[in-house]
């Protein structure tokens, strides 16, 4: 018979060998696992002005014209392919970070409750493999017309 504090000993050991199995295997590090994903996300940096926003996404590789950006309630989406031309079919991977195939990136826009993004008014730019994305605020305040509304009755 095995006393109960060895068993939970073992049980604890055995637990941890198993996590341990699951982490190696489904980490960053397994190339394995890495080279099978076909969608990855580009990290990006988002700021706020008193006249904007701006969102840098960081895409070195990706070729422009493989980029789409999409502006639709108050989010916007970054999508587009990379793909690895440089790596010969003969050679044997040992590790592998870099990212490629599709990606999409999400992002849901906060501001001030008397500004909406300009939609006419975006524009980005591809330099040094970084995608800046520029949106422009419109104050709300200033559009807004006074209209009179007449009142139709019997009088």
């Known amino acids: 018979m095995i006393p109960y504090n060895r068993f939970l000993m073992e049980f604890t050991q055995m ?5 341990q199995i699951f982490y190696d295997f489904f980490s960053n590090e397994n190339p394995y696992l890495i080279a099978a994903e076909t969608h990855w996300r580009p990290n990006i940096d988002m700021y706020r002005t008193e006249k904007g926003i701006i969102i840098k996404a960081e895409i070195a590789g990706v070729k422009q014209k493989s980029i789409k950006i999409l502006f639709e309630n108050n989010r916007l989406k970054i999508k587009g392919v990379r793909h690895d031309y440089s790596i010969p079919d003969q050679l044997t991977c040992q590790q ?40 422009p605020f419109r104050d709300l305040t200033k559009t807004e017309q006074k209209i009179e509304i007449s009142i139709q009755g019997d009088e």
């Not at 637990?15 to 996590?19: L, N, S």
């Open 15 to 19: 637990d941890e060998e198993v996590k």
């Open 96 to 135: 592998i970070e870099i990212s490629y195939g599709d990606f999409e990136r999400n992002i849901r826009l906060d501001y001030p409750d008397n500004k909406r993004i300009d939609e006419k008014k975006i524009n980005a730019s591809y330099k040094d493999g970084f995608l800046l994305i520029y949106l």
